[in-house]
């Protein structure tokens, strides 16, 4: 680097990035743990409110929701379908597509990692007044719709 270059802990927004860097990883580990008696992980979780939510969802629908790869998709779904959690059936218009949706099991156990989910939320963020988590909200959604229109300019 040359004497002229700014450095990025010199840029007035990087405590911001960090913090918000910190906070996921930190959220994950927080999460990985809570979840941990109901042998699933975030990802898992993800899947799980997802079809709880919209049930009926395409893979590839999944997939963009949540922000990766079809071939995360790939590794996940089979060892969740294996386990009982979910159910892939046909389309009754198109033959080519696949619909994702709960199991009984699935159901229950999106609701247990829910709960835990929501626990969590709680703990973490009692201490902060809700205006305050609403005007998070609003900041995260920017900077997420911001990275999402770079990722997809590079595409």
Same mark, same amino acid.
């Given at each position: ?6 450095l ?10 960090i ?16 979840l ?10 993800? *899947?799980?409110?997802? @079809? ?7 893979? %590839? !629908? /999944? &997939? ?35 619909r ?20 969590? *939320?709680?703990?973490? @963020? ?7 988590? %609403? !005007? /998070? &909200? ?9 990275l ?8």
């Amino acid at each position: 680097m040359n004497k002229n270059q700014a450095l990025p802990w010199d840029h007035p927004r990087f405590r911001s990035w960090i913090a918000v860097g910190r906070a996921c990883q930190l959220m994950q580990q927080v999460l990985t743990r809570a979840l941990a008696d109901l042998d699933i992980k975030p990802p898992h979780l993800d *899947i799980l409110v997802n @079809l709880y939510r919209f049930e009926g969802m395409t893979q %590839q !629908e /999944l &997939a963009r929701k949540l922000l990766v790869g079809r071939s995360n998709m790939s590794m996940l779904l089979p060892q969740m379908e294996k386990r009982g959690l979910i159910a892939r059936s046909g389309d009754s218009r198109d033959r080519r597509v696949l619909r994702l949706s709960l199991t009984e099991e699935g159901r229950s156990l999106a609701e247990k990692a829910m709960q835990i989910q929501t626990e969590v *939320i709680e703990r973490t @963020l009692s201490h902060t007044p809700i205006e305050r988590c %609403q !005007e /998070l &909200a609003e900041i995260m959604e920017s900077v997420a719709a911001s990275l999402i229109r770079e990722i997809r300019d590079e595409e």
